[in-house]
């Protein structure tokens, strides 16, 4: 059973920028998709952008694409999302999910990490 | 954009049946995919590409999708099944994912 294990909470004064990683257990990339969403309190999913690492192509949201950038090190076996400029509005948990090589969904998430941005 | 429309609730007595429903442009051309998410945790698989079910998730759930709505519809609902539900699909014209904005699903 594969596992995306995500990096800890993080609190950042606005202006700062933060970035997220996470690990899928096993190992490898391989040809699979890797998804970053958000999700501020009380509130719905929000779709931030995609990578291929074995390709290394991205997808970034039009919302987002000032200010995120989504990589992948092959030599940590981890996938990094980075959001600049940060807002208090940008205070949400923040998932990795991956997707697999057969289609646009997501078969498996990390566990989340909680970004706060206060004011 | 394409944009995806839920309702916010929607509520239904245990052992019937619940439809939640995802509006959509044409929605029927595309593949829908639904998540399922309980409060504190990651949004969970429950259908994809429209009708098929991953492992796992009970045969009392299934889905479908025609002209501009998509449907998730579970029979014989259990106070379990109490939680949000999100639609989504992938829009080619735009190589932008979006995601409906949930429906809390009251049992």
């Known amino acids: 059973q594969l596992q995306l294990v995500q990096s800890g909470p993080e609190v950042k004064k606005p202006g700062s920028s933060v970035k997220v990683s996470c690990e899928p257990s096993?190992?490898?990339?391989?040809?699979?998709?890797f998804t970053w969403v958000r999700q501020a309190p009380g509130q719905g999913l929000e779709w931030m952008g995609r990578?291929?690492?074995?390709?290394?192509?991205?997808n970034y949201a039009q919302k987002f694409q000032d200010r995120v950038t989504i990589t992948a090190d092959e030599s940590t076996t981890s996938i990094y999302m980075e959001l600049s400029n940060l807002r208090s509005d940008d205070t949400a948990v923040y998932f990795c999910a991956r997707s697999p090589r057969s289609g646009n969904f997501f078969d498996y998430w990390g566990q989340g990490s909680l970004v706060s941005v206060p004011s | 954009s394409y944009v995806l429309t839920q309702p916010p609730s929607v509520s239904v007595a245990p052992g019937q049946t619940a439809r939640l429903t995802c509006g959509g442009n044409n929605i029927g051309s595309r593949s829908v995919h639904w998540y399922q998410q309980k409060p504190g945790q990651a949004p969970a698989l429950v259908m994809y590409d429209d009708t098929d079910r991953p492992s796992g998730i009970p045969e009392r759930f299934s889905g479908s999708n025609s002209g501009n709505t998509a449907t998730l519809t579970m029979s014989r609902v259990e106070a379990g099944d109490e939680a949000d539900y999100y639609c989504q699909v992938w829009d080619t014209g735009s190589d932008q994912l979006v995601f409906g904005g949930g429906t809390k699903l009251t049992v």
């Open positions: 096993g190992g490898t990339f391989s040809t699979y998709t």
């Open positions: 990578i291929i690492p074995v390709f290394g192509s991205t």
